[in-house]
């Protein structure tokens, strides 16, 4: 099931990735990242920690697609430079 739900993602970002560029936005600052990627990036090990900051909107999910929770690249970075602020 998670090969399945990467895969799936993989083919989701290289569909994506060409329609970020030709709308003129930076494909790397807007690359859209699943949880355990948003997870791993930030140095979270429960995702109930993502749905928190969801809530107190820290980090909003970008959206979701097939069930699975996106994250923009740019808002994670925006997130993790705030933590290191405090």
Do not use: C, F
């Not at 895969?7 to 990242?33: Q, W």
């Amino acid at each position: 099931m998670e090969q399945l739900a990467q895969r799936t993602a993989s083919i989701v970002l290289d569909n994506l990735k060409p329609l970020l560029e030709a709308m003129g936005r930076p494909a790397e600052d807007e690359k859209p990242l699943t949880k355990k990627q948003t997870m791993e990036l930030l140095g979270l090990k429960n995702p109930t920690t993502l749905y928190k900051w969801a809530k107190t909107k820290k980090l909003v999910p970008y959206g979701k697609i097939g069930g699975m929770t996106y994250y923009k690249r740019s808002d994670v970075d925006k997130a993790l430079e705030n933590s290191n602020k405090h």
